[in-house]
Antibody
Framework: QVQLQESGPGLVKPSQTLSLTCAVSGGSINSGDYFWSWIRQHPGKGLEWIGYIFYSGNTYHNPSLKSRVTISLDTSRNQFSLKLSSVTAADTAIYFC????????????WGQGTMVTVSS | EVVLTQSPGTLSLSPGEGATLSCRASQTVSSSYLAWYQQKPGQAPRLLIYGTSSRATGIPDRFSGSGSGTDFTLTISSLEPEDFAFYYCQQYGDSPLTFGGGTKVDIK
């Protein structure tokens, strides 16, 4: 079965770039059947969609994050990545990666999530 | 963007009772692209319902979804101990994809 696992630094300094990776096992990200997405959850709060990427490299992201978001694929390693630039304390959150069926748009498989704190 | 408002904020019930959770959208959800998730503390959300009323793989039939337009409902017919958790609705008919603020179902 497909599994997703996030990894990356748990602490990032303000104004720096947050970088996370999601490793996909049990299936290929180089498939036209799915988008690969990032979602975050501020402590004790609800969920916020960050964006997603298709195997073609096309990306879509939440305008609320403006141009700070970059999502990319590494098909050789079967993983995808998130970069969020110019972070502030407001970017402190649990970051999840998830799979999205192309036909549909719900998040059917999730990683366990990784906590990222922005602090000096 | 489509704003989703969930009610009530908290639902206090006993095992065996039924639960009705509401999700109201600020505008019509395209093609009934509405999903429901369950989240327990320290865990990732789990997909329960997609397309308003289709159960995801492995989800028991005590969970059902209904609705259309701007009003959607998740019904749990008889609460099991493992059902006490947070529940979120999410729309994927329009970008950006958005989630509701959640309903907590706790033990009375």
């Amino acid at each position: 079965q497909v599994q997703l696992q996030e990894s990356g630094p748990g602490l990032v300094k303000p104004s720096q770039t947050l970088s996370l990776t999601c490793a996909v096992s049990g299936g290929s990200i180089n498939s036209g059947d799915y988008f690969w997405s990032w979602i975050r959850q501020h402590p004790g709060k609800g969920l916020e969609w960050i964006g997603y990427i298709f195997y073609s490299g096309n990306t879509y992201h939440n305008p609320s994050l403006k141009s700070r978001v970059t999502i990319s694929l590494d098909t050789s390693r079967n993983q995808f990545s998130l970069k969020l630039s110019s972070v502030t304390a407001a970017d402190t959150a649990i970051y999840f990666c998830a799979r999205v069926p192309r036909i549909g748009g719900s998040f059917d498989i999730w990683g366990q999530g990784t906590m990222v704190t922005v602090s000096s | 963007e489509v704003v989703l408002t969930q009610s009530p904020g908290t639902l206090s019930l006993s095992p065996g009772e039924g639960a009705t959770l509401s999700c109201r959208a600020s505008q019509t959800v395209s093609s009934s692209y509405l999903a429901w998730y369950q989240q327990k503390p320290g865990q990732a959300p789990r997909l329960l319902i997609y397309g308003t009323s289709s159960r995801a793989t492995g989800i028991p039939d005590r969970f059902s979804g209904s609705g259309s337009g701007t009003d959607f409902t998740l019904t749990i017919s008889s609460l099991e101990p493992e059902d006490f958790a947070f529940y979120y609705c999410q729309q994927y008919g329009d970008s950006p994809l958005t989630f509701g603020g959640g309903t907590k179902v706790d033990i009375k």
